[in-house]
Nanobody, 124 residues
Framework: VQLQASGGGSVHPGGSLKLSCAASGRIFDNNAVGWFRQAPGKVREFVAAVSWGGYSTYYAGSVKGRFTISRDDSKNTAYLLMNSLKPEDTAVYYC??????????????????WGPGTLVTVSS
């Protein structure tokens, strides 16, 4: 499956953005979908994941309560709504699909298809 993340941009602290992850090549309704991010000079880190069917979600502690992951399988698209953004949220955000179906998928090796990423910059 080919993935394309979009929706990144520049916002002030406290602002919001909604990222989209569009899949093509095959439907991904049997796959979990995750979001990761990589800040300059740092390793890629897990952000959030949603199980197949959207039945469960899991978040990194640093974003829980501020970010919401969702999916619309009729559109073959997953989303990451980011509220109350902080400067430390600045990173390139990547979406990925996993052949596993659950949501507790917090490491990159559990995912097999990745999109090219979209840049989110939070600054005043």
């Amino acid at each position: 499956v080919q993935l394309q993340a979009s929706g990144g941009g520049s916002v002030h602290p406290g602002g919001s953005l909604k990222l989209s992850c569009a899949a093509s090549g095959r439907i991904f309704d049997n796959n979990a979908v995750g979001w990761f991010r990589q800040a300059p000079g740092k390793v890629r880190e897990f952000v959030a994941a949603v199980s197949w069917g959207g039945y469960s979600t899991y978040y990194a502690g640093s974003v829980k309560g501020r970010f919401t992951i969702s999916r619309d399988d009729s559109k073959n698209t997953a989303y990451l709504l980011m509220n109350s953004l902080k400067p430390e949220d600045t990173a390139v955000y990547y979406c990925a699909t996993s052949d596993y179906s659950g949501s507790y998928l917090t490491t990159a090796d559990l995912y097999n298809d990745w999109g090219p990423g979209t840049l989110v910059t939070v600054s005043s």
